[in-house]
């Protein structure tokens, strides 16, 4: 048997995206990528896509019916009773069947080659007859029997036909492993398939209507979408008193094969996404809510910016502000020999260590710990952690491991001190009143010591000046200590203008820095979380929109 082209089957592109259906598989490419993300696994969803582009890509008109049932229940004589002879080998040794058996119309044979080859299929009877439409019928081996391989076999083909007819009898139809190891499993991903209740001549009127009471009571809840009603029909196989007029006139109602196709397919793909959006913790329906309340988004951002406040020691950054105000000041405002001070500090490398707010911002790592502010934000974390479904919870804590937020922390607080600038001291015009005046003081003691030396060595007659406490004093020495006491005023007025104006910068240098820290925690701190939320939120929406438009 040959298999179909792969441009057809495995590319995307072969499927018009124009077609709600190729729109849906598409998405659910998408949405798969996106539940990895989430630490999902989503083998199950690309697989069903895989499943669903090939056999959408096959060629032909009809489509394929398998009968599924456990062991005794006449699967394979309810095939040889519908096609009229022995299709299938049925016997009273179990189990019978071993493998798939086909029963296919000789007009579709050739063209179903492929497919029933993808299906694993080697056993094929054709039939002439036309009665119940393009339908291939495959009689597979029991689910329920002792042999394993057989059971796998079933499992292996049933998520890649198109309907499926369910066989029971009046004794298994409540059996366990049909219930609840199959029906409650696939009944979602069908959109096509009947429940047969064979054998039913061993019933009487009475019961059977019990037993369909029953059956439909059970399916109705697990059908595809949870609504459609699945058929509940009975059979009779028994050679020379077989009855399947109700399972033949619904195989023959059937709508066009490709319908049927396209509407397995679609099935399968709602089914698969409305399980991984339920293992995501998400409903299908209602859009979810945010991970983390705001309130509590707020105070963690709160703490943790107190936290990294006090990590980078607002209090030192404020006095290195005022120490690097006041040595602009003395570099403008203290004359001729301040400015001499001035450069032996700048030179001794004490300015750069005590009046230097930017290298000590720079150097906050080597003072404090941002433990505490990933504590702060671990803590509010922890809300989601506990309410998350433990399909994500994994990846969840894998995007609040402490190393990662401490990292976004960090990177929070470098942008934040880079946001502030330069940090230039501020600078006033008044300094350079104050450095002239310096300038003509320090001139007037140069002055008025070279009158005092001059009159020690000398004598020379000179004025004197009367000074409250002291009396006469010559007037050299009185232009001195003139001279002196306005040095002592001016150094004192320069750094009490100095100090002033570098608390007051200081004080915005620290608000501006508080504020910078906050905005950029309020971004940086919780970005794991917002990064998560924004994967799970776009999962929740392309597997709402595969349900919108393949789910109708």
Avoid at 40 to 54: C, E, K, S, Y
Avoid at 81 to 97: F, N
Wanted: overall charge neutral.
């Amino acid at each position: 048997m040959t298999a179909p082209a792969a441009s057809r089957l495995d590319d995307p592109a072969a499927l018009d995206l124009a077609d709600p259906l190729a729109r849906c598989l598409a998405t659910a490419d998408e949405l798969a990528d996106a539940a990895t993300s989430l630490g999902l696994p989503a083998d199950r969803l690309r697989a069903v896509g895989d499943d669903a582009r090939r056999r959408l890509g096959f060629p032909g008109d009809a489509w394929v019916l398998a009968l599924v049932g456990g062991t005794g229940v006449g699967k394979s004589s309810l095939l040889n009773a519908l096609a009229g002879l022995e299709v299938s080998t049925a016997s009273v040794l179990r189990p019978t069947t071993s493998r798939p058996v086909a029963w296919v119309p000789a007009a579709e044979r050739e063209a179903l080659a492929p497919l029933l080859d993808w299906l694993g299929v080697q056993q094929v009877r054709e039939h002439p007859a036309g009665d119940l439409g393009p339908v291939a019928i495959l009689d597979l081996p029991d689910m329920d029997s002792v042999a394993g391989d057989h059971r796998a076999r079933v499992e292996a083909v049933l998520p890649r036909v198109d309907a499926v007819a369910w066989v029971a009898d009046p004794e298994k139809y409540h059996d366990a492993v049909l219930h609840d190891a199959f029906l409650r499993e696939w009944l979602p991903r069908l959109a096509r398939q009947v429940v047969v209740v064979n054998k039913a001549d061993r019933v009487g009127t009475e019961d059977a209507r019990g037993i369909r009471a029953d059956l439909e009571a059970d399916l109705a809840p697990r059908a595809a979408g949870g609504a459609a009603r699945v058929p509940v029909l009975f059979t009779t196989s028994t050679a020379g008193a077989a009855d399947t007029g109700d399972l033949r006139a619904w195989i023959s109602a059937a709508a066009e094969a490709k319908a049927i196709i396209r509407a397995r397919v679609a099935a399968s793909v709602v089914a698969a996404v409305r399980d991984l959006l339920v293992a995501a913790g998400l409903d299908p329906v209602h859009e979810p809510g945010p991970l983390l309340a705001a309130d509590r988004r707020r105070d963690a951002v709160r703490q943790a910016t107190e936290a990294l406040l006090r990590a980078i020691d607002m209090p030192g950054v404020e006095a290195q502000a005022v120490a690097a105000t006041r040595a602009s000041a003395r570099a403008r405002g203290t004359g001729p020999i301040g400015r001499v001070t001035a450069l032996l500090y700048a030179a001794s490398g004490r300015e750069t260590r005590v009046a230097d707010p930017r290298g000590y911002l720079l150097r906050w790592r080597e003072r404090g710990s941002t433990t505490p502010a990933v504590e702060a934000v671990r803590a509010a974390l922890s809300e989601p952690l506990r309410t998350a479904s433990p399909a994500v919870r994994p990846a969840l804590a894998s995007a609040m491991e402490p190393a990662a937020l401490r990292r976004g922390l960090e990177r929070a607080v470098d942008r934040a001190i880079a946001e502030t600038g330069d940090l230039r001291p501020p600078r006033s015009a008044w300094w350079r009143v104050v450095g002239l005046l310096q300038f003509v003081s320090t001139v007037g003691i140069a002055l008025s010591v070279a009158w005092v030396v001059a009159w020690i060595l000398v004598r020379p007659e000179t004025a004197t000046v009367v000074l409250p406490l002291l009396g006469p004093v010559p007037a050299p020495f009185a232009w001195l200590v003139a001279f002196l006491l306005l040095g002592f005023v001016l150094a004192r007025v320069l750094g009490a203008h100095a100090g002033w104006l570098g608390r007051r910068w200081a004080r915005r240098v620290r608000g501006a820095i508080a504020d910078s820290v906050q905005v950029q925690l309020t971004a940086e701190a919780l970005r794991p979380l917002d990064a998560f939320e924004a994967t799970r939120d776009r999962a929740w929406s392309l597997g709402a929109s595969v349900i919108r438009e393949c789910g109708s």
